[in-house]
T-cell receptor, first 120, second 110 residues
Framework: GAVVSQHPSRVICKSGTSVKIECRSL??????MFWYRQFPKQSLMLMAT?????????EQGVEKDKFLINHASLTLSTLTVTSAHPEDSSFYIC????????????????FGPGTRLTVL | GQQLNQSPQSMFIQEGEDVSMNCTSS?????WLWYKQDPGEGPVLLIA?????ELTSNGRLTAQFGITRKDSFLNISASIPSDVGIYFC??????????FGTGTRLTVIP
């Protein structure tokens, strides 16, 4: 149980285009999902916290108009990178927290497999 | 944001050897977590620690929550080739805030 999927796993796009990444909790409901970005050989940095039915909370330095987050259901959050540029190329990872708290680990976040974005 | 420093940055060990890595922070955390990340994958939780001084094991892995609540260590005993990967510590303050360390890249030589 507690599986999180992401789609697509890889995407290559041209500079200036927009890219949408989906994050789904497959077997549990998640009122809260998180979006992280990881540059090569670096750590995961939290970009934003996505709350079902309300606006996302963005970390300092993350442009909310560039990284649009929608969390329309308890099992799906989407991250849209608008007008992508080469510097947006990165590994984007989402996580989801089990709403019902069935995990033995308090407040455990279950991570997706990541989406590698390459902007040409 | 919070800065969590891990040491060493990378290590090369022979199969069968024990491994030890540390994580230190300038801030106090309520929860310490250790994750492993394989290339091109998301991190997977290994161990969670909730109390200062707590020592927890998961198979060949043992981790401790430092008394000061600003540090933690992870030990891996009798390493095997599949232990290869990047190990991240993470500190958590409340329900949401999860801050990752700089990572330790482990290579196990058969």
């Amino acid at each position: 149980g507690a599986v999180v999927s992401q789609h697509p796993s890889r995407v290559i796009c041209k500079s200036g285009t927009s890219v949408k990444i989906e994050c789904r909790s497959l077997d549990f409901q998640a009122t809260t999902m998180f979006w992280y970005r990881q540059f090569p050989k670096q750590s995961l940095m939290l970009m934003a916290t996505s709350n079902e039915g309300s606006k996302a909370t963005y970390e300092q330095g993350v442009e909310k108009d560039k990284f649009l987050i929608n969390h329309a259901s308890l099992t799906l959050s989407t991250l849209t990178v608008t007008s992508a540029h080469p510097e947006d190329s990165s590994f984007y990872i989402c996580s989801a927290r089990d709403q019902l708290g069935t995990s033995e680990i308090y407040n455990e976040q279950f991570f997706g497999p990541g989406t590698r974005l390459t902007v040409l | 944001g919070q800065q969590l420093n891990q040491s060493p940055q990378s290590m090369f060990i022979q199969e069968g050897e024990d491994v030890s890595m540390n994580c230190t922070s300038s801030s106090i955390f309520n929860t310490w977590l250790w994750y492993k990340q394989d290339p091109g994958e998301g991190p997977v939780l290994l161990i969670a620690l909730y109390k200062a001084g707590e020592l927890t094991s998961n198979g060949r892995l043992t981790a401790q929550f430092g008394i000061t609540r600003k540090d933690s260590f992870l030990n891996i005993s009798a390493s095997i080739p599949s232990d290869v990967g990047i190990y991240f510590c993470a500190g958590q303050l409340g329900a949401n805030n999860l801050f990752f360390g700089t990572g330790t890249r482990l290579t196990v030589i058969p």
